[in-house]
């Protein structure tokens, strides 16, 4: 069985990374450089990748499309605006989205399916980002699928989104069954050195590890009393 990944390097991704492989895929991870601020990302997806070569079929490819920056240029990931700090499904963390990305991204890895003969495609969507993000709901899943049979009659390819009816929670905890190394993985949004612990995406990683009962292992122990102590503070403040 041979699948074609959307491989972030982030949380999410590395997760159903893991768990193609647990199934028997033989997988093709793509991981797109397209201008994102926290590109630091792609980091990261080089050192998980290496360590699941050691236990499955992989294939990692970093594709840079740095030239449509200019194109999509806009907000806080990709222009110029300043990364929001609190919960996800708050209205100002909007400014997140990058415009179209899960379209252009998707579509690339269909035609790479279609070269190399793989029947799937698969990307990390889930039930936490839906309020936020309308390419992952389960309705775009559902068009952008149609549309790609409908593109690719003659060399069919299925889109993917198995985690689309699950919280980060749930994948974390399906993570852990799965040993994925959490310490490999990094979502912050600002892409400075370490996490800044505040942004939507780390206040939303936080707690799915508080959920599970465990720590994050990629941060240090005063790291995470910190990320503990701005959860908290956030969790206690209305939301929008």
Not at 42 to 70: C, N, P, Q, W, Y
């Amino acid at each position: 069985m041979k699948a074609v990944l959307i491989f972030s390097g982030g949380l999410d991704s590395s997760t159903l990374l893991y768990h193609l492989i647990s199934q028997g895929y033989e997988v093709s991870a793509l991981t797109f450089v397209y201008g994102q601020r926290h590109s630091k990302e792609v980091e990261f997806a080089k050192m998980l990748a290496e360590r699941v070569k050691k236990i499955g079929k992989l294939e990692h490819r970093i594709v840079d499309i740095t030239s449509i920056h200019d194109l999509i240029s806009h907000g806080a990931i990709t222009g110029e605006d300043v990364v929001p700090e609190g919960f996800y499904c708050e209205e100002r963390q909007r400014s997140t989205i990058v415009p179209n990305r899960n379209m252009i991204l998707l579509s690339i890895a269909t035609g790479y399916a279609v070269k190399i003969g793989a029947r799937e495609v698969y990307y990390a969507a889930h039930k936490s980002d839906y309020s936020i993000y309308p390419d992952c709901r389960k309705e775009f899943v559902k068009a952008l699928d149609t549309a790609i049979y409908l593109g690719n009659l003659w060399t069919p390819v299925e889109l993917k989104a198995p985690f689309v009816d699950m919280k980060k929670a749930e994948i974390v905890a399906l993570g852990l069954k799965l040993n994925v190394p959490y310490e490999l993985t990094w979502s912050c949004y600002r892409g400075e050195e370490r996490p800044c612990l505040s942004c939507g995406t780390c206040v939303e990683r936080t707690e799915a590890f508080l959920l599970n009962g465990v720590k994050d292992p990629l941060l240090s122990e005063e790291e995470w009393n910190k990320a503990i102590m701005i959860f908290r503070s956030y969790k206690d403040v209305p939301r929008e």
